[in-house]
Structure formats: structure tokens, C-alpha cells
């Protein structure tokens, strides 16, 4: 890995625990809260591609599961990862690695077809792998683990959108150029 890789999931991973500062939105009736570390995964995902957006996420994971309280409210230590919003935690590596696998392989940068990505792939995985989770872990079924979830999509529409612009931007800045995406999905290939 280079210095420079390194260097991206780092500023990865502690852009994670800044938007982890942000307090989170409590509801009354889930414990789950509404925070804005998701735009962070689909940033993540988007910027940096498959294999470095997954490792920012697991590098943040890490440190949260250390005892770093970097998680919105200042939550952290292992527990967070035995609790109902843990299989949103747990997404988050998958779901940056779906993302900055998929836009690796536009043919063209196109705004609305990071868009499309960040809505399907990035909030739908998300929400694929927390409300199971999130039923297990309350002991509710399913479906009402779902309607419960059915408040947080406007909010995370917003924060796609706003991922979307973001990643458009700065996949286009010579900072974030086409090397490290091309070296990004170049690995991919080459261990499927």
C-alpha cells in the first residue's frame, strides 16, 4: 500500500469521527439515531473506491470498537456493536466497497449516475443489513423494524444528494485523480 492510500484512509476515517461530532437526532419511539456518518460511508465509497473506502470504514470501526467515543453522541467500545443499530455499523465497509466498486466502472462521471448508485446501492445496502439486525436486536419482526426505518429516508435522500455533488467534485480534482481509482478497481480485477 502507498503513502498516499494510507494517507486517504486515514483522512477517511477521521473525516468519520468529525461527522461523528455532529450530535445525533434522538426519536422517542427507535433507538437508532439519525445521524450524519452515513454521507461519510457514501463519500468514502465514492471518492476513494472499493478496496480504500471499505478499509476507512473498517479502520474507523476499529477504532470505535478500541473505546473511541467517535460515533454520534459520543458512543463507542464494543458494545455499540451488540446494540440495535449495529447492523448499520456493520454495513458500512460493505457499502463503501459496493459504491466504489460500481462508479469505478462508469464509462462516463456522470452526476446522475452517482446518484443513482449512492440512492440503490449505498442507502438500499444500508438499510439491507441494519433493520434485520435492528428487528433482532429490539425482538420486533421485521416489518415493523422497517416501518420504524421509513422516517430516516428523507434525510438520507438528502445526504445522497449531497454525496453525489461532493464525489462528482472531487473526482475530478487532481488531488483525487484517476490513478488512485484505477489502482483501486486494478486490484479488484486482478484478485477475481
Not at 478496496?51 to 479502520?59: D, E, P, Y
Not at 477504532?63 to 463507542?76: H, Q
Amino acid at each position: 500500500m502507498k503513502i498516499k492510500e494510507i494517507t486517504f484512509v486515514a483522512v477517511f476515517a477521521a473525516v468519520m469521527g468529525a461527522l461523528g461530532l455532529v450530535p445525533p437526532i434522538m426519536l422517542t419511539f427507535t433507538p437508532v439515531p439519525i445521524t450524519l456518518q452515513t454521507l461519510g460511508v457514501i463519500l468514502a465509497g465514492g471518492v476513494l473506491g472499493a478496496r480504500l473506502g471499505a478499509m476507512s470504514q473498517t479502520v474507523f470501526l476499529l477504532i470505535v470498537a478500541a473505546g473511541m467515543p467517535l460515533l454520534s453522541g459520543g458512543r463507542g467500545g464494543l458494545g455499540v456493536f451488540v446494540g440495535p443499530s449495529a447492523g448499520y455499523l456493520i454495513s458500512w465497509p460493505i457499502t463503501a466497497f459496493c459504491i466504489g466498486y460500481l462508479i469505478s466502472r462508469l464509462k462516463a462521471l456522470k452526476i446522475q449516475y452517482i446518484l443513482l448508485i449512492n440512492l440503490t446501492v449505498g442507502i438500499l445496502l444500508i438499510y439491507l443489513i441494519g433493520i434485520p439486525v435492528q428487528a433482532f436486536m429490539m425482538e420486533i419482526p421485521v416489518l415493523e423494524a422497517v416501518k420504524l426505518s421509513l422516517v430516516y429516508i428523507p434525510g438520507d435522500v438528502l445526504k445522497a444528494i449531497l454525496a453525489s455533488i461532493l464525489v462528482y467534485k472531487l473526482r475530478k480534482h487532481p488531488v483525487f485523480s484517476r490513478s488512485l481509482a484505477t489502482s483501486d478497481s486494478s486490484h479488484l480485477t486482478k484478485n477475481i
